[in-house]
């Protein structure tokens, strides 16, 4: 696992703790937006991390000996937590922290039709 730390612009770190504002939003206000993009969602965690580095590092996370990462609180995680990543947004998100190891986690399709569907139950 890469463990390069990456410097980030303000522009970036902006980004990332918008991103974590979203993700409470969509969880508190928009759950069936969540609920339609978990359908959606692929995958598996790989355990590198970088979810849990966004705008900051969790108090929680842990590292094993052989490099991978481990919540320390997780049967009793937040719902931010519980959720990641909601959508393809969270993944460029998640990429600005660790660029060079893939998220195991990925979205079929666009997700332009579900948009649409969405938007038109409001």
Not at 30 to 54: D, I, N, T
Request: net charge positive.
């Amino acid at each position: 696992m890469s463990r390069a730390k990456v410097e980030l612009s303000e522009g970036q770190r902006f980004r990332l703790l918008m991103g974590k504002v979203r993700r409470f939003f969509y969880i508190v206000f928009r759950p069936r937006y969540v609920a339609q993009w978990r359908k959606q969602r692929r995958g598996m965690c790989r355990h590198c991390g970088a979810c849990c580095k966004l705008a900051h590092k969790c108090l929680h996370l842990r590292t094993r000996s052989d490099g991978s990462s481990y919540c320390a609180i997780y049967k009793v995680r937040p719902p931010n937590c519980r959720a990641f990543p909601i959508d393809p947004v969270d993944l460029r998100e998640r990429d600005i922290i660790n660029p060079n190891t893939p998220c195991g986690y990925w979205f079929e399709g666009d997700g332009r039709f579900l948009k649409r569907r969405w938007r038109s139950r409001r």
